[in-house]
């Protein structure tokens, strides 16, 4: 039977069968794979190592999850072994891509979760954690702003001062409460609550979901960078228990507005970033069609930010998101309002402050050269 010589990266010169040459040659003329040579004592190995590099490194996975893509690995790993190749190095290389794959896969998921168009949204919280819930308007300035919704309910007996943005379900709801995205009046009506909860001594509950504060003309000339930066100068200063929880998106300045408190959680798949991965793929790294590949360099989920210890904890949602149990997922919101509220109503506000400020100039981490 007639032979042909190729070159093998992992044991130099061989001889393929043309037999065997018909089941390899496809792959080994694709140029796209970047690959010179296969293992020819073992065809096996070579088939399942073009494969492993085409899915991995290459991102052609045809839908394979990545289960299946370690399985792979380790039955190579098992046939290399068995064989005698040494194949180490290039088997840590695909691995290695393997697992950034992985963590590009999961921060998508969350941000898939984050953005699901039935996820519930502070209302639907609102209704089912707080009793009585009474909506105030306005910020005696201006106007009102829908996409933010302030107003005083009970939790469990206890009167609590609820802020939070507002998105809607529908095309005429998400026009009415623009998307979620606040103008200035909006950060500058939550103030005036938070405010008037401090002069009573209400705790401050609120819900972050926002892809960011309204960029447009208007609010840049009735100025939004102001009220946000307000809004974290005085909130980082009220003299009564605040919690926050990131119900969904929590979006660059839009979120941070309100997003100042003694307690900051985020639900399961909830993120929260300086930037959607859309704008950072764009800007940094000039190819917004690699949007996945910034949410996972961003570090934007739950797990990420605990990790970083930017938030105090985690709350689980039902399998699936959150859209799943709307109404499980809000009863634990509650179990964790009650817990901590309970526990920062008893001390001094000054103690709070003191405590909030703390917290605020600790976050992050650096390395001072010498």
Not at 116 to 122: A, C, D, I, L, V
Not at 156 to 164: D, H, K, M, Q, Y
Not at 278 to 288: P, Y
Not at 296 to 305: H, K, N, P, Q, V
Request: one cysteine or more; a neutral charge.
């Amino acid at each position: 039977m007639k032979c042909l010589t190729i070159r093998n990266p992992f044991m130099g010169a061989r001889n393929l069968t043309v037999n065997e040459l018909k089941v390899v040659r496809p792959l080994l003329l694709d140029s796209t794979y970047g690959i010179e040579g296969h293992d020819l004592r073992t065809l096996r190995i070579c088939i399942e190592y073009i494969c492993l590099k085409r899915d991995v490194v290459f991102g052609y996975s045809g839908g394979m999850n990545m289960i299946d893509l370690q399985e792979k690995l380790t039955e190579l790993k098992r046939l290399a072994r068995e064989s005698g190749l040494d194949v180490e190095d290039e088997l840590k290389t695909v691995e290695s891509k393997a697992a950034a794959k992985s963590k590009t896969e999961q921060a998508w998921k969350h941000v898939e979760l984050a953005r699901h168009p039935e996820r519930p949204y502070s209302l639907e919280y609102i209704e089912r954690i707080f009793d009585n819930f009474i909506e105030l308007h306005g910020d005696r300035c201006f106007g009102d702003d829908p996409s933010i919704v302030c107003g005083l309910g009970f939790l469990s007996g206890r009167p609590v001062t609820i802020l939070a943005n507002q998105k809607g379900h529908t095309l005429k709801e998400n026009m009415y409460r623009n998307h979620g995205m606040a103008h200035p009046e909006g950060y500058r009506k939550a103030l005036r609550l938070a405010k008037q909860a401090e002069k009573f001594s209400r705790p401050i509950v609120t819900f972050v979901d926002t892809s960011g504060a309204y960029p447009g003309l208007g609010a840049e000339e009735r100025g939004i960078g102001e009220a946000i930066a307000r809004n974290l100068r005085d909130f980082s200063q009220l003299a009564t228990p605040i919690v926050c929880i990131v119900i969904g998106e929590g979006g660059s300045g839009g979120a941070l507005g309100l997003c100042i408190g003694d307690k900051i959680y985020m639900l399961e798949n909830a993120i929260y970033s300086v930037i959607s991965p859309e704008g950072c793929a764009s800007i940094l790294l000039r190819d917004a069609s690699r949007a996945k590949d910034a949410a996972a360099m961003l570090r934007i989920t739950s797990g990420d930010l605990m990790a970083f210890k930017l938030i105090n904890g985690v709350i689980r949602e039902p399998e699936g998101g959150a859209h799943t149990d709307i109404a499980a997922t809000a009863a634990s919101i509650k179990q964790v309002l009650e817990r901590d509220l309970d526990d920062l109503c008893r001390r001094s506000p000054s103690v709070l402050v003191r405590y909030r400020h703390r917290k605020i100039q600790t976050i992050g981490s650096w390395n001072e050269a010498g």
